[in-house]
């Protein structure tokens, strides 16, 4: 007989959603729910780093501004917890700052706009 995980159907994606606005948690999230991902949406890194730590996510996404660590700093804590791509929500006109800054990283994209469909595609190329 064929062992029980061939049978079962693929575990959806995992994403963290990390951003302080509660309207960009709940747009990302219903986007990514009506995907079939199991999304997980929290205001602060530290939170997130504990989430990440007890749900080992299969992507991250991360504004570059959060109440308590910019963008940098809690690539830096994540990365000592997990390898997982994480997407960074920037804006054309910073994406150069934040690329020079954060280039050193691996598995770590950035957005053009925090519109939902450039969101959605950087996520879908990121966890390809």
Known sequence: TAPAAEAAPKDPYRIVIVNNSM???KVLQRAFDSMGYEVY???KGSKALNMIKSM????IISDTKLPDATGAEFLASAREISQVPVVML???SNRAQ???EL???NKVFFTN????GEVV?????ALK
């Open 90 to 92: 920037t804006e054309e």
């Open 56 to 59: 080992k996510p299969n992507l």
């Open 98 to 100: 934040y690329e020079a």
């Open 103 to 105: 280039k050193a990283n």
């Open 41 to 43: 949406a929290i205001e």
């Open 121 to 125: 595609k950087v996520v879908e190329n």
């Open 113 to 116: 706009s925090q519109e939902v």
């Open 23 to 25: 309207v960009v948690q």
